[in-house]
Nanobody, 120 residues
C-alpha cells in the first residue's frame, strides 16, 4: 500500500507561484513514477506532469511546459510541483498519483487532492 498526501494549494493571483508537495509513505515502485493530475470544475481529470522514481526523467502536458517543474526528494519520499506564472485556467484540484509505469498515465494510488485557485 502507498499513502499520498498533497499540500501547498491555495488562492493566488494571475502570475503568482505555488509549490505543491506530495508526501508518499509505504511501498514505492522502482520502475514507476509519481504524477500530478488536475481536475477543473466540470472537466475531466487531466495529466499534468510525471517524474520517474529512479533516474529523474520528467514529462509535462504542453499547457504547462516552461511554467511548471516537477522534482523529487527520494530521501523524503516527496515529489514537488513548482508552478510559476499561474493562470486562471490552472485552477483545479491537483492530485498526486503513483504510476505503475512511468510511460503510462495509469495510476495505482491517488492522494485526496489540494485545491489551487488562480484569480485574474
Amino acid at each position: 500500500q502507498v499513502q499520498l498526501v498533497e499540500s501547498g494549494g491555495g488562492l493566488v493571483q494571475f502570475g503568482d507561484s505555488l509549490r505543491l508537495s506530495c508526501a508518499a509513505s509505504g511501498r514505492t515502485f522502482s520502475n514507476g513514477g509519481v504524477a500530478w493530475f488536475r481536475q477543473a470544475p466540470g472537466k475531466e481529470r487531466e495529466f499534468v506532469s510525471a517524474i520517474r522514481w529512479t533516474g529523474g526523467l520528467t514529462r509535462y502536458v504542453d499547457s504547462v511546459k516552461g511554467r511548471f517543474t516537477i522534482s523529487r526528494d527520494n530521501a523524503k519520499n516527496t515529489v514537488y510541483l513548482q508552478m510559476n506564472s499561474l493562470k486562471p485556467e490552472d485552477t483545479a484540484v491537483y492530485y498526486c498519483a503513483v504510476l505503475r509505469n512511468y510511460y503510462s498515465n495509469y495510476a495505482d494510488y491517488w492522494g485526496r487532492g489540494t485545491q489551487v485557485t488562480v484569480s485574474s
